[in-house]
């Protein structure tokens, strides 16, 4: 190996580090927020050295965009291999709902609905930001908050 390319490659780990540490709670916070927090780990580390392995994060313009962006789609094939059932709730509530409620109708939202609405209520990214994130249309990112509350509002009811 030429002194030169081991020079960059060793530049290239530092910055990859660098920017890692720099994102990895936020990445894992979307993750989590997207697969749950069994798989989120899972999750980013595959995005992560799947995108390493073709470049280094110091190269990208956007590095936390383009890494968000991974994850999303990473979560979408998890969530596509899984089964989950969707039993719905027709008891009228007279309490409110428990934690475990809260988090069973979080679930059932697709995985472009708990992005958008995480990205939008718990990070407060504005929708047109979302919208580059997702790779999607601003009307489209409105329509999955808007399907995401209605949801939420008729499960929790």
């Not at 313009?61 to 962006?69: A, C, D």
């Not at 059932?108 to 930001?129: D, F």
């Given at each position: 190996?030429?002194?030169?390319?081991?020079?960059?490659?060793?530049?290239?780990?530092?910055?990859?580090?660098?920017?890692?540490?720099?994102?990895?709670?936020?990445?894992?916070?979307?993750?989590?927020?997207?697969?749950?927090?069994?798989?989120?780990?899972?999750v980013?580390?595959?995005?992560?050295?799947?995108?390493?392995?073709?470049?280094?994060?110091?190269?990208?313009?956007?590095?936390?965009?383009?890494l968000?962006?991974?994850?999303?789609?990473?979560?979408?094939?998890?969530?596509?291999?899984?089964?989950?059932?969707?039993?719905?709730?027709?008891?009228?509530?007279?309490?409110?709902?428990?934690?475990?409620?809260?988090?069973?109708?979080?679930?059932?939202?697709?995985?472009?609905?708990?992005?958008?609405?995480?990205l939008?209520?718990?990070?407060?990214?504005?929708?047109?930001?979302?919208?580059?994130?997702?790779?999607?249309?601003?009307?489209?990112?409105?329509?999955?908050?808007?399907?995401?509350?209605?949801h939420?509002?008729?499960?929790?009811?």
């Amino acid at each position: 190996m030429q002194p030169g390319r081991h020079e960059a490659r060793s530049l290239s780990v530092q910055g990859n580090a660098e920017i890692y540490s720099k994102y990895r709670y936020e990445l894992l916070r979307y993750a989590t927020a997207l697969v749950g927090p069994s798989h989120a780990d899972d999750v980013v580390s595959t995005v992560v050295l799947k995108t390493i392995r073709r470049r280094s994060l110091d190269e990208l313009e956007n590095p936390r965009g383009y890494l968000l962006k991974g994850i999303l789609n990473e979560a979408r094939g998890w969530s596509r291999r899984q089964n989950h059932t969707r039993v719905p709730h027709m008891i009228e509530r007279t309490t409110p709902p428990d934690l475990g409620e809260v988090v069973d109708a979080v679930r059932r939202l697709s995985v472009q609905q708990r992005a958008a609405t995480y990205l939008h209520y718990w990070e407060s990214v504005p929708v047109v930001e979302i919208a580059e994130i997702m790779g999607i249309g601003v009307g489209t990112v409105k329509r999955y908050l808007f399907l995401a509350q209605r949801h939420l509002k008729g499960a929790l009811r």
